[in-house]
Every structure is written in structure tokens, then in C-alpha cells.
């Protein structure tokens, strides 16, 4: 009985703890939903459930070109996906399934690139960012974002391609099939789910970097979504107009969200392959 | 007769791998070993912002400066202290996340989603969220420790530099402990089921499991992701910048670079600091792909 008692008791606190945990994950996003919908000076008060209204939201598109740097932020994204998911679905293949001499070196280096801070080429990427002509325009954020996302591209889709059975290749070989047409008709069938869960973790890497865009771009219009978000400024420095930058924040990241909703079982297996099997 | 069309065939294959390897490693030279090559360059050159290449070279002048300057050597505490404070409680945090959610309960997937949302959110996003928490005068944090009678007046978490980096700290737990959490779940997930198993079959008390043979079996997985967040945390510059800008007390490596490069103009010297860092996270790296390799290592020799 008391045994009983007990056990009931751990899993009433185990079930209160899950509850605190979830309740601190949410609720800064939460709060800034709630923020997001309270015009003016409403704001100011602490109230948990206002009525929702939208000012904020008319302000935030109104007051910036933020349509404009949604779209610059989904071209640049897009971009960086296919590029990183072409060139490496092609490294990939003879990573994981081709045995030459330095292979594991190069590997390993590759994950050593995907390790760079960022800063540590930031001077040397503005000069040939400048040197390309490409200051101030969003070409130049897909070129820098290539750094970490094609590594971890190669990286997890190397880890993906290992783990499909040897016999399919073999029957193709066997059968006179080119390298390359291997690539094309065997493997990329198989890797749809692969190259979906790589491609959605580049795109939110490349969505929600800010570092390159903040010094690459240089007007209002050019600007990626986190930097116009970081930069938005009130009347003066101590007026920061709260409500368009909870508005802003939440148009741009309820995508994400339902994305990741939408996906989770597949970003879990992927982002646990980019970093636990070594 | 199998020998030399065995070896032709591995021929045509090598050749392919390296035709296949070859626009994804000169997309990788050009935008990461010639960038890298140029920044160390730069760090013993006068270069200006305004006319990089009319860079002289100096020497070591640009790092002997650099190791005299106070705030560098401030920066450097920060980084190190932010890196270690917040991934070690991500590390307590996220492990007993992932012991949750390995318990076969109801309510499990709705735990897994709601620590997804933050690692989803842009760090701009979170950091400004959290700043509009942390407001001084209308935020909630502050109006809730009003109300609970813990504070008497808000405090300006951001603005006063005893609590800016615990404010930097609280933004970076909240939004990377759901990683921490997946990656030692993923961990747990591949222990061996024996072991519980025979623990189970001798009475053993759960916390003595946990100690004895979870958290042993689970060292390896542990390791690498401590590792794989302190690397990412060492390089930390959006919060930071968000939260608190280019203020002396919270800044980090990654800030105090950029801020001498394209604030100051001083390429040199920004480079200088940037290849410290660099220096400073290859170090930690070599670290990683080693345990990595002794990870992958053993994972081949399994059957």
C-alpha cells in the first residue's frame, strides 16, 4: 500500500515536472504572441490573454520593407539547399560509399570546417565578397552560408547513404550502371527522406543565421529577416517599439514551427546523425 | 580472371569518388580555406576596411597589442565563463529531459515537441523575446518577482553588467537544452537493454542504476555532445549583440572581433582577435574529432 502510495507520488511530481519543463519552454513564445497583440500602450500592462489586435502586425510591414526581407531571407534559404544538397549528395556518394586512400581524413576535415567560427573568416570573406562584386547583395549571404551548411550537408548525408544496403549498388554495377548514374537512379530515389531532413536543417540554419548578413548587407531592403529583426529602432534608443519586434518575431517564426511540427521525427534522426555518430 | 577487372572497376570507382568530391571541395576552398588563409594574413597586416588591399605587413605588432588590451582579455573571461556556465546547466537540464522522455509515458510526444520550439526560433528572435521579458520596467520576469515578493523594485537585467551575462546565459540555456536533450536521448536510446534488464532482475534501486550503469554506458554519447556545444558556444555572438550590443561587460570573442573590424575599421586587428579564436576552438575541435574517431572506431569493429 505505502509501496503504491509512493510510486503514485513519483509519478504525480514526475508528471508536475514534465509540466514546468513544457511550461518554460513555451512561455516566452507564448508571451511574445500575447505581446504581439496588444496595440500602443496596452503593451505596457501585464495581461495574459488580451484580445487579439493586429496593429502591430499592419506597423511591422508598414513602418519597414519586411515583406521584402522575408523574401530575401526564403531566396537566400532556398539557395544555400539546393546548392549544399547537390554538391553534397555527390560527395556524399563517395564518402560513404566508395574506399579510396585519405578518405577518413577528408572526412574528419570536413567535420572540422563545419566547427569554424564564423568570425575567424569573416574579414577574408568581406574581402572577397567585395572582390566578387557582391557587397550588399543577397548572392553574397548564399556564397558565406555555404560554409557550415554544405559540411553538415555532406556530413549527414554521408551518415544516410552508409546505411543502405551494399546489394542495391552491386545489382547496378553488375549490370554495367556508370557512377553517376548510380547517384541519379539508385540512390537518389532512396534518399528522398535523407536529402527532406538535411535540406530542412540547412534551411533553418541558413534562415536564422545573422552574424554574414549583418555585415554583408548594408541597406534595409537587402536585409535578411534576423537582421531586420535585431535592427528594428523606435523614436529613440531607450523607446524600442516592442510590439512590431514581438510581431515580427512571430510571423517569422510560426513557419518555422509548423515546420518543425510537421517534421520532428525526421529533424530528431538528423540532427542526432550530424553529431553522435561519429 | 576476377583480379584485373576487380581492380579496373575499383580504378573507374576511385577516379569517380574524386570527380564526385570535386565541386564540393573547391566550393569549400573558396569559401572557407581561402577566407581562413586571408583573416590569418590580415592579423599581421595594418589592413583598413575602407582599402583592404593596400595592407602592410607589421608582425606580431596587431597581437602584441591585442594581449596588453584589457577588454580582449575581458572578452575572453566571458566567453569562457558564458561557455562553461551555460553548457554545463544544459547538460544537467537536458540529460534529465532525455530521461524523461525515454520513460515509455503518455504525454511523451508532447514533451518532445514543446522543447523543439525553442531550438526552432531564430537566436535573434529568442534573444529579443527575452529581452522584452527581461524589460526593466515592463517586463514580466520582473513584474512576476514583484508580485511573488522576491524583488521590491525591477532589475536591469541587461543593463547592469552583474547580471547581463546570467541574462545571456538564461537565453542560450533556453534555447539550446532541447539539442542537448535529443542528442543524449539519442544516446540513451542505443544503450544496450541488457543491462537494465539484469539491474532489474536484482532489485537494484533506479538511482543506483542511473549511476552505476546509465550514466557510465552513456559517457561516450555525453562527451561528444558536450563537446559538439561547447564549440558552438564558444563562438557565441548573436545573443549577445542582441541583448546587450557592444557593451565591455558582456562581450564575447566573437563580438569584440567583429566590433575592431567593421565598427573600428581595423582589419588587422579584428583579424588578429578572430585568429585567436579560431586558434582557441581548433583546439577544442581536435579534441572532439578525436573522441569522434575513437567513436566511429569502435562502431565499425561492431559486427
Redesign the interface.
Known sequence: MSRRTRRRLGRVG??L??AL??L???F??Y??IV?SFKPGSE??R?DFFPPPNLANYYAVFAEQPFGRNILNSLIVASAVVV?SLA??L??A???GR?R?RG??L?L?T????S??????????????V?ALGLYNRLPSLV??Y??FT??FT?WVLTTFIRALPKELEEAA?VDGA???TI?TRVFLPLLGPALITTGLLAF?AA??E??FA??FTLSGEQRT???A??LISGASAYELP?GN??AA?VV??VP??V???IF?RR??SG??AG???? | MAGPTISRLTRTRTRAAWLFLAPMLVALALVAAWPLGRTVWFAFTDANLSDMGAAGFVGLANFEYLLTDPDWWRSVWNTLFFALVSVSIETVLGLAIALALNVHLPGRGLLRTAVLIPWAIPTIVSAQMWAWMLNDVYGVLNELLILLGIIDQGIAWTANPDTAIWAVIMVDVWKTTPFMALLLLAGLQMLPTECYEAAKVDGVHPVEVFWKVTLPLLMPALLVAVIFRLLDALRIFDAIYVLTGNNQATMSMSVYARQQLVDFQDVGFGSAASTLLFLTIALFTAVYLTLARIGSGQAEERP
Open positions: 514526475f508528471y515536472l514534465m519543463i513544457v518554460y519552454a513555451v516566452p513564445f508571451w511574445a505581446s503593451m505596457f501585464i546548392l554538391l553534397g555527390l560527395a556518394f563517395a564518402l566508395i579510396f578518405r577518413s577528408l574528419f570536413i567535420l572540422g570546417v566547427m569554424f567560427p564564423q568570425v575567424a573568416v569573416l574579414s577574408g570573406m568581406f574581402e572577397l567585395r556564397l558565406s555555404l560554409i554544405l559540411p555532406v554495377i556508370k557512377p553517376f547517384v533553418i534562415w536564422n545573422f552574424l549583418l555585415t529577416v534576423p537582421v529583426i535585431a516592442w519586434i514581438m518575431s517569422v517564426t518555422l514551427i515546420l518543425v511540427l520532428q529533424i530528431v540532427l542526432t553529431a553522435v555518430k561519429g
